[in-house]
């Protein structure tokens, strides 16, 4: 795709979001499977939830610019999840709790990608006066914002302080 436009930079980082979106949704899923905190795991279920209906939202936006909502394969998660997989699901981590505390290392760090990636199309859609989109887009990023919010949270009582015991 040629990028002239800002329109067409946002259809562009549009897709690259949905492609980030997907990659990170069977990465949130595999590290909700291993975690063993209810707590992380239940922030996790919530994640892979908020993740699809990302993902859903991306689409609507994508199909109704006549756009491929798979025209773009985002590199940046692909590493990212791969990192997450290395660094949770493959590590020789022998304390569950330790564990516990990279998954919501590596989780924050793909939620930051989905920050950034909201955070600018939620900037793009005022600019272009896509008024629905920044308005479903900014309901994306708020919920992005409230996952790494929870995140935070667990990590700071108990998952921490467990995995330093």
Same mark, same amino acid.
């Given at each position: 795709?040629?990028?002239?436009?800002?329109? %067409? =930079?946002?259809? %562009?980082? !549009?897709? #690259? !979001?949905?492609?980030?979106?997907?990659?990170? =949704?069977?990465?949130?899923?595999?590290?909700? #499977? *291993? *975690?063993? #905190?209810?707590?992380?795991? @239940?922030?996790?279920?919530?994640?892979? +939830?908020?993740? @699809? +209906?990302?993902?859903?939202? &991306?689409?609507?936006?994508?199909?109704?610019? #006549?756009? %491929?909502?798979?025209?773009?394969?985002?590199?940046?998660?692909?590493?990212?999840?791969?990192?997450?997989?290395?660094?949770? !699901?493959?590590? %020789?981590?022998?304390?569950?709790?330790?564990?516990?505390?990279?998954?919501?290392?590596?989780? @924050?760090?793909?939620?930051?990608?989905?920050?950034?990636?909201?955070?600018?199309?939620?900037?793009? $859609?005022?600019?272009?006066? &896509?008024?629905?989109? $920044? $308005?479903? =887009?900014?309901?994306? !990023?708020?919920?992005?914002?409230?996952?790494?919010?929870?995140?935070?949270?667990? *990590?700071?009582?108990?998952?921490?302080? $467990?995995?330093?015991?």
């Amino acid at each position: 795709m040629t990028i002239s436009t800002l329109k %067409d =930079l946002y259809i %562009d980082q !549009l897709q #690259d !979001l949905y492609s980030a979106d997907k990659q990170s =949704l069977e990465s949130t899923r595999k590290m909700r #499977d *291993a *975690a063993t #905190d209810s707590e992380l795991k @239940q922030a996790l279920t919530n994640g892979v +939830e908020g993740i @699809q +209906e990302g993902i859903d939202t &991306l689409e609507t936006i994508i199909k109704s610019h #006549d756009a %491929d909502p798979n025209g773009e394969f985002c590199k940046g998660m692909e590493g990212l999840v791969k990192e997450a997989r290395a660094h949770t !699901l493959d590590a %020789d981590i022998t304390d569950d709790d330790v564990r516990d505390a990279s998954i919501i290392t590596q989780y @924050q760090r793909m939620t930051h990608y989905g920050l950034a990636g909201y955070g600018c199309l939620v900037a793009f $859609a005022k600019r272009l006066d &896509l008024h629905s989109d $920044a $308005a479903k =887009l900014q309901v994306c !990023l708020d919920n992005t914002y409230g996952g790494d919010r929870e995140m935070t949270r667990i *990590a700071t009582g108990e998952i921490n302080k $467990a995995a330093a015991a």
